[in-house]
């Protein structure tokens, strides 16, 4: 996937490091679950029917883990657990990029050098675009731009192309957010929004609370745990399955974002079958 690709060394003039996390739900809806990666951030709308998510400080900085794979692991941990996708924006010295996370699908992204250059791969894209519902062909054309050599265009403006896109499905960041911005004026211009809120990290009943306030309840109903039906017993099985391994492959990486995500699994599926065995039974 792009976000493997090699990175270069430091380059002279480059956007200082930051990151947005744009999620497919309201404000009410992304602050629970903002709520299960225990990092300080502020939450705000960010278009009709969209919310962004602004870290607190500098994300990136858990040992030399680059910001990309910290970035992968939030989205990833927030998208598993609600039923809205998460598109994640970065961007570093070196490079700046995206990654989008959807359900239990595997993230896809894209990556331009500072100096534009595009690194990643066509199909990518197109994945981008269906996941998103984008028009095939007029949102298409204009991603495909953006793979593109383009000599008048360095990685911010690659960024702002990608957001372009993005209003025509509801994405408006308001004044003064910028992508290539640094985190800390990134974040002091959410903290002046009206409209903002802050998203501390919480204690375990907290935890739990979130966990439950996430969940569109409609059609994933026979998923929930407290449905105690078979499905929500599948669920989270594949739960505990899936995030053991996820949650000791973060470890072994020394990987913040990866070890999230593998213990957000791990603590949905407990939480399922936990209230499986627990609940009354007729």
């Not at 090699?6 to 009410?28: F, H, V, W």
């Not at 951030?41 to 400080?57: F, I, R, T």
């Amino acid at each position: 996937m792009s976000t493997e690709s090699p990175r270069t060394g430091p380059t002279s003039g480059g956007p200082a490091p930051g990151a947005l996390l744009l999620c497919r739900a309201e404000p009410d809806s992304v602050a629970p679950a903002a709520h299960l990666l225990r990092r300080r951030m502020l939450v705000g709308p960010a278009g009709e029917g969209w919310s962004v998510l602004v870290p607190e400080g500098r994300p990136w900085a858990v040992g030399d883990e680059p910001i990309d794979r910290v970035l992968t692991g939030w989205a990833t941990a927030l998208a598993v657990g609600a039923p809205w996708p998460v598109l994640a924006l970065w961007w570093d010295e070196d490079r700046a990029g995206y990654t989008l996370a959807s359900g239990f699908r595997r993230p896809v992204g894209y990556v331009w050098l500072t100096n534009g250059t595009p690194v990643g791969e066509d199909e990518a894209m197109r994945t981008f675009a269906a996941r998103l519902g984008l028009d095939p062909v007029l949102d298409m054309e204009s991603l495909e731009r953006l793979t593109q050599p383009d000599s008048e265009s360095d990685a911010r403006a690659r960024l702002r192309g990608l957001l372009a896109v993005l209003t025509r499905a509801g994405v408006s960041l308001p004044g003064g957010l910028t992508p290539g911005d640094p985190a800390d004026r990134l974040h002091e211009t959410v903290r002046a929004w009206p409209d903002a809120r802050a998203v501390e990290s919480p204690g375990w009943r907290q935890t739990v609370r979130a966990e439950l306030e996430t969940v569109d309840v409609g059609r994933l109903a026979p998923w929930l745990p407290w449905s105690g039906t078979p499905k929500a017993r599948v669920l989270a099985a594949a739960q505990l399955a899936v995030g053991l391994p996820l949650t000791a492959f973060g470890l072994r990486r020394r990987s913040g974002g990866w070890t999230v995500a593998g213990a957000l699994l791990l603590a949905h599926g407990a939480l399922g079958l936990a209230y499986d065995v627990t609940r009354p039974r007729d």
